[in-house]
């Protein structure tokens, strides 16, 4: 149980262009979904927590028109990445959670972002 | 504000040896849960354990067992009788439970890279 799709795994696309990542809980609904970041050997840098139909909240230093999220469903958020350009590129892991805070989050197996 | 330290970035052991793997973590709350995730070199992040802050007691789960000290704000990780396997990427993560559900932040430590050798 517990299982969260991502999807695409991979993306190289062209500067300028935008780049939609879509995070699903398979079986069970995810009350709050994350985003986050991964560079290279790194730790993973929370970007966004979203609840399913609220606007999603960004951490500092994290452009909202950016990176756009949407939670329309239990089972699905999607980060949008506008206007990507090379220092977008990245590993991006989304999480989900139901229920209660003491409940872990169940992570995505990621999308590798290369801009070109 | 809360921190997770991990202060070793990469071990590497024999296999069938066993392994600690330390984590040190910094929070003004009372009440907090920690976790240890596994990232293999796929990239998923598989989540291990869950602990609450009012558990200290250890525990096991076959080869692998935890040891949560409040005292040292310690939660280490120990891996016995290693296998290739085990290889990967090991998060140590914090969370602090406050009152304002839903925007509660995960808080990882920078990861313990291990390697098993063959």
């Known amino acids: 149980g517990a299982v969260v799709s991502q999807h695409p795994s991979w993306v190289i696309c062209k500067s300028g262009t935008s780049v939609k990542i879509e995070c699903r809980s398979l079986d069970f609904q995810a009350t709050t979904m994350f985003w986050y970041r991964q560079f290279p050997k790194q730790s993973l840098m929370l970007m966004a927590t979203s609840n399913e139909g609220s606007k999603a909240t960004y951490e500092q230093g994290v452009e909202k028109d950016k990176f756009l999220i949407n939670h329309a469903s239990l089972t699905l958020s999607t980060l949008t990445v506008t206007s990507a350009h090379p220092e977008d590129s990245s590993f991006y892991i989304c999480?989900?959670?139901?229920?209660?805070?003491?409940?872990?989050?169940?992570f995505g197996d990621g999308t590798r972002l290369s801009i070109l | 504000a809360q921190k997770v330290t991990q202060a070793q970035t990469e071990i590497s052991v024999v296999e069938k040896e066993d392994v600690t793997l330390d984590c040190v973590y910094e929070t003004r709350d009372t009440t907090y849960y920690l976790f240890w995730y596994k990232q293999p070199p796929s990239g998923e992040l598989v989540f291990l354990i869950r602990r609450n802050s009012f558990d200290e007691q250890n525990e096991i789960s076959g080869r692998y067992s935890w040891n949560f000290q409040k005292s040292t704000s310690s939660f280490n990780f120990t891996i016995t009788a290693s296998q290739v396997v085990d290889s990967a990427v090991y998060f140590c993560?914090?969370?602090?439970?406050?009152?304002?559900?839903?925007?509660?932040?995960?808080?990882f430590g920078t990861g313990t890279r291990l390697t098993i050798i063959p």
């Open positions: 993560a914090l969370m602090a439970a406050r009152s304002n559900f839903g925007n509660e932040k995960l808080t």
């Open positions: 999480s989900a959670r139901t229920g209660n805070v003491d409940q872990p989050q169940h």
